[in-house]
């Protein structure tokens, strides 16, 4: 837990040093006056939460993954890796309490977007199933978090991993249905929209904001978890071997 | 009768690297190394000797690829969650800290990491800071930092859990001199605490003046550990005396005397080299009976020792 809670400040002063790296907590309502837009002058005013949700995955995504697929990089890029290997503190459980605080700055942004809809926009956003939105909320910062401590693992491994992470934001807002609701991909497209936590996600998030009753919550916040639960074992199993494997060959430290 | 363990034990370390396509790299071959409880201790050999290897398997930041080392006794590859509490680190160059951050954000997060008691942080990061000189600095970002600066924050990062060994890896590399001995005269307080310092340097000085011993090392093999005094013995088994203003009859005198092995010009006076301590009398004797005042005894220095052992290679690495 002391690695947690020292990963945990250390990000936040980072954020206090460098307040650029909120930068999503200045786009998020950019965006929430584009997709209201967008709704009301197609007429369909009664989605305005549509407006609220893809903002804010856009934001918690961009904190997974250009700050928290990053961390580990950084580390090695700032020379900090030996050390943190060395200390007595697990390095996972810094790298983790580093992710979460940049979760919990993603998970401020719909907090953000939502009062900025509310007041600003006039937009009615009401939380009709508040348990169901709460526990998958919940579930999908869980998610989020693995998904990104798998993303800094994969991106010390790769060599295209700035590629990688400069592409993927829009592909990955396509197979969650954040931006376009999944019934308008393509028939063969949509299965693989299965193993993307985000589209389980935000059915349910946009689900709770429906007066009508969500089907299947259950089964859904089930694979929510369950597919942040793969995302930390490939994310342990991919940190035991980059330890492993920069303790044998040396190659933990950039020079 | 219980017998302290050392502070650093290796036996047999060997460390093998594979480049790509590229024979086999031998960093360590075979290397035993012994460093007592309160020693200051320096490694020192050129670039590629094996120095920033050994003390990486040390600080349980590398594998060895066979052998064993140990920190007071506990192995640092089956006991590393043993060992990683006792030891400071203080790496060389400019890199190993969070630049964007303070020094003391730096600190009370690596205080954090070595699991020093809450209340303790703040007062431990402010009395480091004060103590290496950074108090005044110590909210503005290391990035605004000298090396200097950056080092004596390193050194503060090193003993922020009360090390019980220290592990310097070429800590004033790269300083301007004023700021290299300020930072010596620092390692000679700590050695006054009796922690244990293991020195990876190629700086003669600097293993002259802080070391108790001195381990020789090249192309990943011991060649000798000894006192830096004691270490010219390696390279001439004679003492010499050094003279200014002697005239020809008196070093003919002196030439005929038991014990004088040569006599050559220097680069003021003249050296004479006498084998055997128990000749130096005598000799000094007849010099100072000649009216020389300008006598000086001298034994090789580490530079000429380090020349002698491991040779003049130039830039080779």
New interface residues.
Partial sequence: MRGFRAGFRLQLSFFRNYPDMLIPLLTAPLFTIIFSMVLRHGGRSDLSGYAVIAPFYMSLWWFAIFNGGWVIQTERWEGTIDYLVAAPTGFASVIVGRISTMMFAGAFAFVEVWLFGRYVLHATVTIHHPYVFGASLLLTLFAMTTTSLFMANLFVLSRSAVTFSNSASYPIYLLGGILVPIALLPGWLQPVTNIVFLSWSARLLRGSLGATPIANAGFDLAMVFVLGLAALILASALLTRILRRAQQTGELALR | MSRVAPAVTAVDLVRT?QPRKQPLVTALDAVNLSVDQGEVHGLLGPNGAGKT?LV?IL?????PTSGRAEICGHDVVRDA?AV??M?G?V?G?E????????AR?NLE??A????LPGSQIKPRAAGLLERVGLAEKADA?VETYSRGMKQRLHLA?GLI?GAKVLFLDEPTAGMDPLAAREFRNLITEIRSEGTTILLATHDMVEAEVLCDRVTLIDRGRILATESPRSLGRLVSRFQRIDVDGADRELLDRVAALPGVESIAPGTEGHRIHVDGDEHVSIVLKVIVEGGVVGVRTSRPSLEEVYVGLIGDRGLQV
């Fill in positions: 690297f290897t990486k600080t349980t930041v590398l594998l969650k990683r509490p030891i680190i790496f160059g890199r190993g800290l969070y630049t964007r951050l303070t954000q997060y690596w954090s990491l070595y699991r970002r990062r859990a």
